[in-house]
C-alpha cells in the first residue's frame, strides 16, 4: 500500500468523503505540501540518541496497544449531539475506530452484546518516548501505551534496561480517591513528610494512578520534595500506571508513524472533562494501560497487580540468599476501585496499609477491621477452612457505610463480600492511625510493623529495613521481643557491620544485649572493610590520605595512630596485616581469624570517625576504661590539629572533653575506692596499648587534668623522694649533700615495701629488701607510712644501701645539679668579667669542659627517648622549649669559643660579645628550676604565654610604627638617599617615641643644621627639616603617641591580664605537668652531675659499643627509659576486672544522677499541675461567684 493509499484509509475513516478522484488528488496535493512542511520541521529538531533509538526498536517489537476491532452502536448512551457519528461500547467515536472497524459495523450492527476479548485486537503501539511537561518547567519524563494482556517480563525489561530504573528496596503502592480526598492540611503536611521521609531512607518505588488529582496529587507532591531533599542525584521512581482512555490531552502523545515522540509536548489545563484526568508531572515514568475503551476507570488493576507481583520478584541481592523485595500498599480514602485494588492485592498476600481518616473506602476498611471477631472466634466453611466474620452489628454497619459512600445499588454485596474475604486474611491488613491517642505516628513505622505483622518476610529482612529507615524503635519494640527468636550474630554479621558503619548505636546495643559478644565475629578482613568503606569527605579518609580508588591496609590505620599519638604506640593487630589491601581480601585465602580485642579496635575506630555514642559504647563493653579514655581524647586532640572545618571543630573538642571528664571520674572512683591500686593503674604496662601506661598515654597528649589527679601526684613524689620519706626536711638533705656520712644518721628512709618500685637497690646488697625486684613489688605507701619514722627494718639497712638509695632519689640528683649550675654561672662569671683575654686560662678550660657535658647530656636524653626513628626523637625532643633554649645555648656558646680561637682581632670582641650573649641563656636556665616551685612554676608558664602575645602585638604595633615613621620622615626630610643610615633612622624615632623619647629639637630643627647636601651627606652637619615638617609631623607625632602609648599599650595590657587569668585558674594543673617533666628529667639522667656527669657518659658509650657488638644497640637504654611509669605487675588481671567493676559503677552513677534528675523535673511539673488545677478552682470559684451576684442585682431591680 503506497503512502497516499494509506493516506486516503485515514483520512476516510475520519469521515472524510471524496466525491471523485479530482477532489482526491487536491486532497493530495495539499498533503504533499504539509508533508514537506512536517519533515521538514523535523529535520531541523535534535537526532534522537542511540539509547533512545534502542529503545525505539525494542517498543516496536515487543510492546502492543488494544484498540476496538468491531464498531458495535451502544443503544444505551445518547447518541444525540452527533447523529452521523455514534457511540460504541468501547466509548470511542465511529470516526475514531479503524477503516477495518467500521467496515464491521454492517456485519454486527444487529448485534446487542460487546465482547472486550472478541471486539478488540492488539496493535503496534504509537504512544511512547518522552513527555515534556511545558507548564510544569519543561521537565521531561518517560511514557509508553501498553496493551493490558502485556506480558510483564517485557514491562520489567523496558523499565529496567531501557529506562535505567535500578532494583529497589521496597515497593509502596498507592491506591484511593482520585477526586473527593477530603484531609486536613496539617494532616496532609504530616502525611506527605512521613512518605518522603521513608522514601528517602529506603530507595522505595512508588506505585499509583499517575493522575493529577486526589491523593495521587498529594504523593506527587511528597516525590517532589523528596527528590529536592534527597542528597542523591539518583532521580526518586515513583510510576504512574493509569488508563488510556481516561487521560486527557492524550492525543499529544500519539505518533501515526509509531515512531516515538521525543518529546511529546504535554499541557495540563484548568479545565477537565469528564471522566478523564491530567497526568502528574512529579512523576517519573508513565505505564498507561490500554484495553480498546474509553473513559473506563479500574481497567488497569488487573495489570497493576501484576507488574507489583513481578516487580516484587526482583532479589534484592545477587547472592545465593537473595531475598524477595518488600511489597505494600497504602490505602487512602477511595471509592469501589480502591476496593477492588485491595482485594487484589489481598489475593497476592500483599500487606495493606489502610490510612484510617483519610475517609470512604479506607474508613469503611479501618472500620471493619478494627470491629472484627478476635482470634478465635473465626468460622469454618463447609470445606473446613477458617473465617474472621464480622459482628451482625458491625457488618450492618459496613453495608451502611458503603451504601452511604458508593450508592445503594446491585454492588453493595459484592463491596461487603469483597471485604468480608480481606478480613479472612487480617494479618495482611494494618490501620495507620495518622493521628492517635500518642500523637502523630511516621509511616514508615506503620509499613515497618506491617510488614511484619504480615509474617511474609524473615526476621534479618525486617531487620535490615529498620537499619535502613533507622527505625530502631521498631526493631526494639517489634524484633528483640521475649516471645521472639533473636537473631545471632552469625547471621547477623552485615547487618552489624553495616549498623557500625551508619552510627545506628541503639541497634548495637540491642545485639549486644540480646545476643553474644562481638568476640568471634570481628576478623581482619572485617577490620579493613570498616576502615575503607567510610566516607569521603570523612576527616579520617582525609587523615589517611587516601582517595576514592585508593584502598588502605591495616597498616596504614596503623601508622597513622602512631602519627597522631606517638611512634611507640603499637597494636599487633594494625601492624601486622599481611593483606596490604582491601582488594586482597577478595582471594579464597582470606584472613578469617577472629581478633582477640574486637572492642578495643571497633573502639579506634569510632574515635577516629568521631562518633562519639559509638565509641562510648565500645568503650563500655570493652577492658582498661581509663586507658582507653585517654587514648580517645589523645586521637581526638591530634585530630583536631588537622581539622579546618569550624563546626566540626567545635564537636570533636566537646568530645575530647567528655573523654577527659571520663578518664578522670573512673580513676577518681577509683581512688575513693583504694589509693593502692588506682596508682597502681596508671603506672601497669598495658599490653593491649602498645606496652605503654595511663600516665604516659596522660602525658603525651598534655593531659593536665589527668596528671593533676591525687593517685598519679601520689605516685609522682613517690618516685621524686625514692627511698627517702618525704618529711625529710630540707636543711637534713642539704647538710648530707655536703657533708655524705651523715647519710647514715639524718635522712629517715622507707620500708622496702612502700618504696617506689622504680628504684632499683645494688646488684651486691644482700639486705633482705634488695632481693626483690622494683617490678614485683605493689605500692603500698601512703602519706601516713611516709611521714613515720625509722622502722626497725629500715634500722637493719646498712650504710652502703642508704648512700644508694640516698644518691638514687631524683629529688637529690636535682639539688646537686642546682648547686652544679650555680657554681658554673659563677666560674663563667668570673672569666666573663676578670681573665677573658688572648690567653687561654685553666678556669676556660674547665668552662668548656663543663659546657661539654651539658652538650653530651642532651644528646644522651635525645638518643635515649621512647621513639623509635631518628626523626621521631628529634622531634620529641624539641617540642619540649627547655630543650630548644638548650640547644640554643650550647650552639651560641660553640660559636663564641669558635670566634675566640680565630686568629684575627675583630673576631676576639664578636667572641666577647657572643659568650656575653650566652651567659644570658645559661642564666636564663635558672628559671627551670624554679618550676619545681608551686608559686613560681605557674608564673613561667605565664611568661611563656605572655611572649607570644607579645609578638603578635609587636605585629600590629609595627602597623602603626612603620606608618608613622615612614610618612613623618618623608615630610621632615625628603629626597633621602638610600642608605642604611637612612633606613635606622627612620626607625629610630618613631620606637623610641614609644617610650617617650620625641627627639623635639631635631623634629623643629637644631642651631647647627644645614640644608646643604653636601655637608648632610658627608655628616659634617646635621640635616635641617622642612618648614612643612616642623609644622605638620608634631601633630602626627600627637596622634600616634594617642595611639601606640594609650591605645596599644593598653590592648597589651588586657592581653596580659588575660592571659594571666587564665593560667592562674588553672595554676595547679600547670604546676603539676612542669613538675613531672621535671621528675621525668632527673629520673632516668645519670646520678652525677656536670661536669663529672662525663664519667657517665663515658660508661654509657662503652656499653653501647659493646652492646653494639652483639647487635643489641640502644635496647637496654630504651628498655629502661620505659620502665618510668610502666611497670608490668603480677594482679594484671585482677586489676583490670576491679577497674572494670568501677567503670561500670561510674556509668551507672551517671545514669542514676539522670534519671534523678528526671524525677525531679516531673515531680517539680507535677506540682505546678496541682497548683494550676487549684488556680483553675479558685478562678472558677471567683467567676460564679461573681456571676451569682450579677444575677442577684439584677433580680433585685427587676423586683424593684
Known sequence: MTRFSHLQDRVISRGFVFGNS??????RFTHDILYLKQTSHYSLQEPRSPEEDNEKEWIQKNIKMRECSHFITDPKKEQDTELDNPLCYCNYRYNQHSIDAQKQKKQTDEMTKWDNGKHTKSVITNAFGNIKFDDCGGIERKYVRVDVDTKMSHMLELMTKFWGMGKPNLLISVTGGAKNFNMSKRLRDTFRLGLMKTVLSTGAWIVTSGTHAGVVKLIGEAVKDSGIASKNKNQVISIGIAPWGCVQNKEALIDEESCGKWPAKYRTEKKQRINESFLDPNHSHFILVDDGTQHQFDIEIPFRAKLKKEIASIKTETKEDAKPMPNILLVLGGGPGTLKNVYQAILNNTPIVVVNGSGRAADILAYAYLNRKEVGNETKDHVGEEHTTMFPYVEDKVKEMIKREFGNDETTETHLKRICECLNKSDLISVYEIEGKGGVKDIDVAILQALLKANKYKLMDLLKLALAWNRIDVAKSDIFRDDMKWPTLDDSDDVIFSAILLNRVDLIKLFLDHSENLNELLTKDKLRMLFNKIPTNCLLRTSLGSSDNDEDSLNDVGTLIRTLIGDNFHIDELDNDNTTAMKNTNKENVEKTSLNKPFQLLFIWSILMIYQDMAKLFWAEGKGAIAAALVGSSLLKSMLRKNHDAELGHKIKECMKEWSELAVGVLSECHLTDEHKAQDLVER???????????????????????SQTPCQSLLNRILYGRLVQNNSLWRLLLCLFFPPLICVLPDFTKPDTCSPCVHPPASTTGDDSNKDSNQESHNSQDSVNNKRKSSEESKMKAKDKFYYFFKAP???????????????????????????????????????????????????MVTSSSTTLATKLQSYFTDTWNVVDTMTNMLFIIGITLRFLPYEGTFEAARVVLALNFITFFLRLLYIFSVHKELGPKLV???????????????????????????????????????KTAVQIIRKSYWNIYGELFLEEIEGEADCSYDAILWINGTQARCPTDTGKLVVPIMMGIYMLLANVLLLNLLIAMFSNTFQKVQDNADKHWVFMRFSLIHEYYTRPVLFP?????????????????????????KNIEETDKFLCRKLKNDLELTQWEKLIADAYQQKDVQSLEHKVDSTHDMLAKMKTQLESTKKSVEWIISTLQSSKNENRHKETCA
Open 1091 to 1115: 661536669p663529672l656527669i662525663l664519667l657517665a657518659h663515658i660508661v654509657l658509650v662503652f656499653r653501647f659499643v659493646c652492646e653494639s657488638c652483639c647487635g643489641k644497640a640502644m635496647k
Open 942 to 980: 605565664m611568661i611563656g604565654k605572655m611572649m607570644k602575645d607579645l609578638i603578635y602585638f609587636f605585629l600590629i604595633l609595627m602597623v602603626f610604627v612603620l606608618s608613622y615613621a615612614i610618612a613623618a620622615h618623608s615630610i621632615l626630610y625628603p629626597n633621602a638617599p638610600l642608605t642604611w
Open 811 to 861: 629529688v637529690i640528683s636535682f639539688m646537686y645539679n642546682v648547686c652544679s649550675h650555680l657554681v658554673f654561672l659563677s666560674l663563667y662569671t668570673y672569666i666573663l668579667v676578670f681573665t677573658f683575654n688572648t690567653q687561654v686560662s685553666v678556669e676556660e678550660i674547665i668552662l668548656i669542659i663543663w659546657v661539654f657535658s651539658f652538650t653530651m647530656e642532651e644528646i644522651r636524653q
Open 685 to 707: 604496662k598495658l599490653s593491649k596499648w602498645g606496652d605503654t601506661s595511663c600516665m604516659l598515654i596522660a602525658v603525651k597528649a598534655y593531659n593536665k587534668d589527668f596528671i
Open 22 to 27: 479530482d477532489d482526491f488528488n487536491d486532497f
